[in-house]
């Protein structure tokens, strides 16, 4: 088992497309900061419903590009260090392509199972067409229908974050599950940071998801890898963090100074 630095330092290069996934809970914090610390650059990042990491990470100058559906601050805002980059280029401008959620979880899925594009039912009456040229229309060739298409999301690195991993290297996730099993079959290397290592998973809820150890580059112990979110069975979401998230964000000086004490 690796440390999170040398997995992050192994698996994830300067120009890679990167998926942070996690949904509500299990948002992979420790990893995204970990690549801020090592100043990897020039990345393509990849989510649904990006909130305050990638807001961190956009901030800290990692991101070239936002592959994405809904960004925001859950209960509180808009994310002030996306939007100071897409309006006013700092650090550096930022390439955004907006999605549906459903769009992000069928081109996830279409990844995930090797297939080039995703065709769906999606995008009539919505005007992100006219905005995003990655969104295409098909004509099914069996009952003639107008169909979205959009391409296959197949980062190079997905990382993920969960509860448990056996000692095989097979991953838990339990509780809420959004696109993580889909990223990580999508994705070239898959990164997991994980709560505690078992000798083997006990009984557990109906929604949980086991990755099979082949489907994992590196699986990292990594407790209270997801704070500010939570970890469904180990500790609740600091909602304290979030809104407070606000006030430090909004200014540049003040993110910089978060960034240093917290993050560097």
């Given at each position: 088992?690796?440390?999170?630095?040398?997995a992050?330092?192994?698996?994830?290069?300067?120009g890679?497309?990167?998926?942070?996934?996690?949904f509500?809970?299990l948002?992979?914090?420790?990893a995204?900061?970990?690549i801020i610390?090592?100043?990897?650059?020039?990345?393509?990042?990849?989510?649904?419903?990006?909130?305050?990491?990638?807001?961190?990470?956009?901030?800290?100058?990692?991101?070239?590009k936002?592959?994405?559906?809904?960004?925001?601050?859950?209960?509180?805002?808009?994310?002030?260090?996306?939007r100071?980059a897409?309006?006013?280029?700092?650090?550096?401008?930022?390439?955004?392509e907006?999605?549906?959620?459903?769009?992000?979880?069928?081109?996830?899925?279409a990844?995930?199972a090797?297939?080039?594009c995703?065709?769906?039912?999606?995008?009539?009456?919505?005007?992100?067409?006219r905005?995003?040229?990655?969104?295409?229309?098909?004509t099914?060739?069996?009952?003639?229908e107008?169909?979205?298409?959009?391409?296959?999301?197949r980062?190079?690195?997905?990382?993920?974050?969960?509860?448990?991993?056996?000692?095989d290297?097979?991953?838990?996730?339990?509780?809420?599950?959004?696109?993580?099993?889909?990223?990580?079959?999508?994705?070239?290397?898959?990164?997991?940071?994980?709560?505690?290592?078992?000798?083997?998973?006990?009984?557990?809820?109906?929604s949980?998801?086991?990755?099979?150890?082949?489907?994992?580059?590196?699986v990292?112990?990594?407790p209270?890898?997801a704070?500010?979110s939570?970890?469904?069975?180990?500790?609740?979401?600091?909602n304290?963090?979030?809104?407070?998230?606000?006030?430090?964000?909004?200014?540049?000086?003040?993110?910089?100074a978060?960034?240093?004490?917290?993050?560097?």
């Amino acid at each position: 088992m690796l440390r999170l630095d040398e997995a992050i330092a192994r698996f994830v290069k300067p120009g890679d497309s990167v998926a942070l996934e996690g949904f509500t809970h299990l948002i992979p914090f420790a990893a995204g900061h970990e690549i801020i610390r090592q100043g990897i650059r020039d990345l393509t990042l990849i989510r649904m419903t990006p909130d305050l990491l990638y807001d961190q990470m956009i901030g800290a100058g990692c991101a070239r590009k936002l592959i994405f559906s809904w960004g925001g601050n859950p209960g509180v805002g808009s994310l002030p260090r996306f939007r100071d980059a897409v309006e006013r280029g700092w650090p550096h401008p930022l390439e955004i392509e907006e999605h549906s959620h459903a769009a992000m979880a069928h081109a996830y899925a279409a990844g995930a199972a090797g297939l080039p594009c995703a065709v769906f039912r999606g995008y009539l009456g919505s005007d992100l067409p006219r905005v995003n040229p990655a969104i295409r229309t098909v004509t099914c060739p069996f009952t003639g229908e107008t169909l979205a298409s959009v391409r296959a999301l197949r980062p190079d690195v997905a990382v993920i974050h969960a509860q448990q991993a056996d000692r095989d290297g097979n991953v838990l996730i339990d509780g809420i599950v959004g696109v993580q099993k889909e990223a990580a079959l999508a994705a070239s290397r898959t990164i997991v940071t994980v709560e505690e290592t078992v000798d083997r998973f006990a009984a557990h809820g109906r929604s949980a998801v086991v990755l099979p150890s082949w489907t994992i580059a590196a699986v990292v112990e990594v407790p209270g890898g997801a704070r500010p979110s939570y970890a469904h069975g180990y500790y609740g979401r600091d909602n304290a963090y979030y809104a407070e998230w606000e006030a430090i964000s909004k200014d540049r000086g003040a993110f910089e100074a978060w960034l240093a004490e917290h993050v560097l």
